[in-house]
């Protein structure tokens, strides 16, 4: 946002929802919206290629810090949303659940968590402890400096590693940088 002279505000462009970038952002601006709103999620970043300049992301990756032993009940229904309203092609989204600085997992991207054998073959396994976490510890791993310093913290308080790309600004109403 841009203060004009008159002491008014003008408002950031918002990205173009026929792009790949612009859909995915507004994606994550919607899910962003409703999980600030769950009391179990204690910090949202975003990480992977949304926080580059990449112009044609596959998807969007956002990391979930979450309270220990959260149900994680509703926020696989909003990761589930979130992909239907993604609507382009082959994107997608992807959340990685944080608890305590460790990585446990995925959210479910099915209504009813149980066995499937799909799962099994992408080498995912359902935790029957915790309904809707998918547990990916046999098949990916994340980096320690993505869990320690994500390049974009967007709650509880925005904190940036890096340079943040324009369209991410404006879909998230972070302050410019001046040129």
């Not at 998918?134 to 308080?157: G, M, W």
């Amino acid at each position: 946002m841009k203060r004009l002279k008159d002491n008014t505000v003008e408002p950031s462009p918002q990205p173009d929802r026929d792009t790949d970038r612009g859909a995915l952002l507004l994606a994550a601006k919607w899910f962003f919206n409703r999980a600030t709103k769950l009391e179990s999620i204690t910090r949202i970043a975003l990480i992977g290629s949304i926080c580059t300049d990449k112009k044609h992301p596959k998807d969007i990756d956002i990391l979930l810090t979450i309270a220990p032993a959260a149900d994680i009940t509703p926020i696989s229904k909003l990761k589930r949303q979130m992909g239907g309203r993604i609507q382009r092609g082959l994107l997608g989204a992807d959340i990685f659940l944080m608890e305590e600085d460790r990585y446990i997992g995925r959210p479910c991207r099915f209504r009813e968590p149980h066995p499937r054998v799909g799962c099994a073959q992408d080498g995912l396994r359902c935790n029957f402890d915790r309904p809707f976490l998918c547990d990916t510890s046999n098949s990916f791993e994340l980096k320690n400096e993505v869990i320690t310093s994500p390049p974009i913290i967007l709650y509880p308080r925005l904190l940036a590693a890096g340079k943040i790309p324009v369209d991410v600004q404006a879909v998230f109403d972070l302050p410019q940088e001046k040129a």
